[in-house]
């Protein structure tokens, strides 16, 4: 699909959740009002909240190619990270030299993950699925009896690690392994309490069910062989420990973050002080970083963005509903939480609260990537139809 040249130039900076998100409803709410450019230094989006699934082959996180996704929705995309921003001249400048001109950015780079301690699995670091496979393989031989799981500091989106830890804790009692300790330790005073209180004692429940102990209002610093949970002091011996990474924000020159390095925005996106430029995700101050929060964010950005462009009246600030799927090896719970405005007790339950029944529960995104996967899922089962057909035709010389 062409691009009309009198459109808004929208510059969307990023191929994650926030980024993608933001495409499908630019192009829903504005069509051919803007004329849309994905700029990221990867080649495609990895649906990442799976991964914590891949070490115990209970899931994967699938991948889409991002000129794919791009030329769907009518959009260019161009590989390229983008090294600063040029807000005088409407302009962002990439690491190959090269500038792209915009009548509205969008900054949806996501955060910055690394280790925060030294003597820890790192979840979503590279090699970690490697190393929780080796973690797996040792509690199996018996060379490790300890694991403790824990939450850094500055962390908010905790929710990865209980899966970790539940899943596996019921694959050390699939192998007959009951006597390894497991221990959660997350400066949270009840588990999972950013969903609320009816989350926080179904998952307090699901932990004492899986023999780990939860130790909360905890800031832990780990050393080889132990943990120590702040404040009192209290040692924990290990012989593997877990962790979520740290997280800081994308630091883009030419735009205003905070000390470190996350970029604000007022309750559409808009970034204050810089003319044109909006950001959504988990690059932004708002400190939970999770990917639904990051659709809702990027729906208020595109609203605002099609209503200053006359497709839409009364665009709708970013109201953040939390909604999480717990994976845990056997019964999975969907937990939903409306973060501002007192939002009550939260949701729990073994059944969807929301559909598709995804990960990321995204307006458009979800459906989108659904879409997708069941597309594919059907050329493949014509393909493996075909392969079928064609190896019972029967070969030209028989019966000669």
Same mark, same amino acid.
């Given at each position: 699909?062409?691009?009309?040249?009198?459109?808004?130039?929208? %510059?969307?900076v990023?191929?994650?959740?926030?980024?993608?998100?933001?495409?499908?409803?630019l192009?829903?709410? =504005?069509g051919?009002?803007?004329?849309?450019?994905?700029?990221?230094?990867?080649?495609?989006?990895?649906?990442?909240?799976?991964?914590?699934a891949e070490?115990?082959?209970l899931?994967? =996180?699938a991948?889409y190619?991002?000129d794919?996704i791009?030329?769907?929705?009518g959009?260019?995309?161009v590989?390229?990270r983008?090294?600063?921003?040029?807000?005088?001249?409407?302009?962002?400048r990439? =690491?190959?030299?090269?500038?792209?001109?915009?009548?509205?950015l969008?900054? @949806?780079?996501?955060?910055? @993950?690394?280790?925060?301690?030294?003597?820890?699995i790192?979840?979503?670091?590279d090699?970690?699925e490697?190393?929780l496979h080796?973690m797996? @393989?040792?509690?199996e031989?018996?060379y490790?009896?300890?694991?403790?799981?824990?939450?850094p500091?500055?962390?908010?989106?905790?929710l990865?690690?209980?899966?970790?830890?539940?899943?596996?804790?019921?694959?050390?009692?699939?192998?007959?392994?009951?006597?390894? @300790?497991?221990?959660?330790?997350?400066?949270?005073?009840?588990?999972?309490g950013?969903?609320?209180a009816?989350?926080g004692?179904?998952?307090?429940e699901?932990? =004492?069910?899986?023999?780990i102990?939860?130790?909360?209002?905890?800031?832990?610093?780990?050393?080889?062989?132990?943990v120590i949970?702040?404040p +009192?002091g209290?040692?924990?011996?290990?012989?593997?420990?877990?962790?979520?990474?740290?997280?800081?924000?994308?630091? %883009?020159?030419g735009?205003p973050?905070?000390?470190?390095?996350f970029?604000?925005v007022?309750?559409?996106?808009?970034?204050p002080?810089?003319?044109?430029?909006?950001?959504?995700?988990?690059?932004?101050?708002?400190?939970?970083?999770?990917?639904?929060l990051a659709?809702?964010?990027?729906d208020?950005?595109?609203?605002?963005?099609?209503?200053?462009?006359?497709a839409?009246?009364?665009?709708?600030?970013?109201r953040?509903?939390?909604?999480?799927?717990?994976?845990?090896?056997g019964?999975?719970?969907?937990?939903?939480?409306?973060?501002?405005?007192?939002g009550?007790?939260?949701?729990?339950?073994?059944?969807?609260l929301?559909?598709?029944?995804?990960?990321?529960a +995204?307006?458009?995104?979800s459906?989108? %990537?659904? +879409?997708?996967d069941?597309?594919?899922?059907?050329q493949?089962?014509?393909?493996?139809? %075909?392969?079928?057909?064609l190896?019972?035709?029967?070969?030209?010389s028989?019966?000669?």
């Open positions: 699909m062409n691009q009309p040249t009198d459109s808004s130039k929208v %510059l969307i990023g191929g994650g959740v926030a980024a993608i998100e933001t495409l499908l409803a192009r829903d709410l =504005a051919d009002r803007v004329a849309v450019t994905l700029v990221a230094p990867e080649t495609a989006f990895t649906y990442r909240p799976m991964k914590v070490p115990f082959a899931g994967h =996180a991948s190619e991002l794919r791009a030329a769907d929705l959009a260019t995309f590989r390229d983008v090294a600063e921003v040029l807000p005088e001249e409407r302009r962002v990439c =690491a190959s030299g090269e500038t792209l001109a915009y009548d509205r969008v900054l @949806a780079t996501g955060a910055k @993950a690394g280790p925060a301690f030294k003597h820890a790192t979840f979503g670091d090699p970690a490697e190393r080796g797996l @393989a040792d509690l031989q018996g490790a009896r300890r694991v403790a799981f824990v939450v500091g500055e962390t908010s989106w905790t990865p690690l209980y899966e970790l830890a539940l899943m596996t804790a019921r694959q050390a009692w699939s192998m007959g392994m009951n006597d390894i @300790a497991f221990t959660l330790v997350t400066p949270e005073e009840r588990a999972l950013m969903f609320g009816a989350a004692d179904t998952v307090a699901l932990l =004492a069910a899986h023999g102990e939860f130790v909360g209002s905890s800031y832990p610093s780990v050393g080889r062989g132990y949970a702040d +009192g209290r040692r924990i011996d290990v012989d593997r420990v877990v962790a979520l990474p740290a997280l800081d924000g994308p630091d %883009l020159p735009v973050v905070d000390s470190r390095g970029v604000p007022d309750p559409h996106g808009r970034v002080g810089v003319d044109g430029v909006y950001a959504a995700g988990d690059g932004t101050t708002f400190p939970i970083k999770q990917g639904g659709t809702q964010q990027a208020a950005v595109a609203e605002a963005i099609a209503a200053e462009l006359g839409l009246e009364d665009p709708e600030p970013f953040p509903v939390l909604r999480g799927l717990l994976l845990t090896g019964d999975d719970r969907y937990l939903r939480h409306t973060v501002a405005g007192g009550g007790e939260g949701e729990a339950a073994g059944y969807t929301w559909w598709p029944p995804t990960k990321i +995204g307006r458009y995104l459906a989108y %990537l659904f +879409g997708q069941e597309a594919e899922a059907l493949k089962a014509r393909t493996e139809h %075909l392969e079928v057909e190896a019972l035709e029967p070969h030209p028989a019966g000669s």
